[in-house]
């Protein structure tokens, strides 16, 4: 059995655990450990965890799990940037790297944003999943996707609105464009994809003040036909 769970999305925090075969691995973790287990979490059954970047949503709770003897894995930048090389726990996975996790397999992709981030193709049994957040284009296109696991944060049309009226500046206006998904980048992404196989879309890193759940959900289920959720 495949699972996917979310113990929070956004710039808030992020973290999500994939389960297979009683085996887990969990994708970000943007949260203190305590915080985790008030919602949850264990680590007993995790094989790994990937992290994307070095931004705080991401990596905050990776010195916790570094203590508890948790494998984490991350691009050479990211164990710089967090000072973490020479942590024999800490394993480089850079852009084009592929690793076995237990049942898991994961390649790493480079993305688009205003540090160095990267994307995951996952794949555990029959289930091929994209993960792809903190990102405004993604380059690479995927064949046989079940479960995309991707970012839309804001739209053009929300963001327009916001820095019309006065809620959003200049600045923050022109960083989203250029570091996170939109909902008309987005779209065209899962378009380009190959999406026979697919089963189910988790959009992930809503923005609070930009987002739209209910029409980015409406879009993303127009395009695709599968179930489509909004995590928070
Ligand atoms: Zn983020
Ligand atoms: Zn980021």
């Known amino acids: 059995m495949f699972r996917i769970e979310s113990f929070g999305s956004g710039s808030g925090g992020?973290?999500?655990?994939?389960?297979?075969?009683?085996?887990?691995?969990?994708?970000?973790?943007?949260?203190?450990?305590?915080?985790?287990?008030?919602?949850?979490?264990?680590?007993?059954?995790?094989?790994?965890?990937?992290i994307s970047h070095a931004h705080n949503d991401h990596c905050k709770?990776?010195?916790?799990?570094?203590?508890?003897?948790?494998?984490?894995?991350?691009?050479?930048?990211?164990?710089?940037?967090?000072?973490?090389?020479?942590n024999f726990l800490c394993r480089q996975l850079n852009?084009?790297?592929?690793?076995?996790?237990?049942?898991?397999?994961?390649?790493?992709?480079d993305l688009q944003h205003d540090i160095p981030n990267i994307g995951f193709l996952i794949k555990a049994g029959d289930n091929v999943i994209v993960y792809i957040t903190d990102s405004y284009y993604c380059k690479y296109r995927f064949k046989g996707v079940t479960h995309m696991m991707i970012e839309i944060n804001h739209s053009y049309e929300t963001i327009e609105r916001s820095l019309h009226a006065g809620t959003l500046n200049k600045a923050l206006y022109k960083r989203l464009k250029t570091s996170h998904f939109s909902l008309e980048n987005a779209i065209q992404f899962l378009k380009s994809c190959d999406l026979?196989?697919?089963?189910?879309?988790?959009?992930?890193?809503?923005?609070?003040?930009?987002?739209?759940?209910?029409?980015?959900k409406y879009e993303v289920?127009?395009?695709?036909g599968v179930l489509v959720s909004v995590e928070r």
């Open 14 to 50: 992020n973290c999500y655990r994939l389960t297979y075969n009683n085996q887990s691995i969990v994708i970000d973790c943007g949260f203190r450990l305590n915080a985790l287990y008030r919602k949850g979490f264990t680590l007993s059954d995790v094989k790994g965890v990937l």
């Open 95 to 109: 852009a084009g790297d592929t690793v076995k996790i237990g049942e898991f397999t994961v390649k790493a992709f």
């Open 221 to 224: 289920e127009r395009l695709t």
């Open 61 to 86: 709770g990776v010195a916790d799990l570094l203590k508890h003897g948790a494998v984490v894995y991350m691009s050479d930048d990211t164990r710089r940037t967090l000072d973490l090389r020479y």
């Open 196 to 216: 026979s196989h697919l089963k189910e879309v988790r959009i992930l890193h809503l923005s609070q003040d930009n987002g739209d759940a209910e029409l980015f």
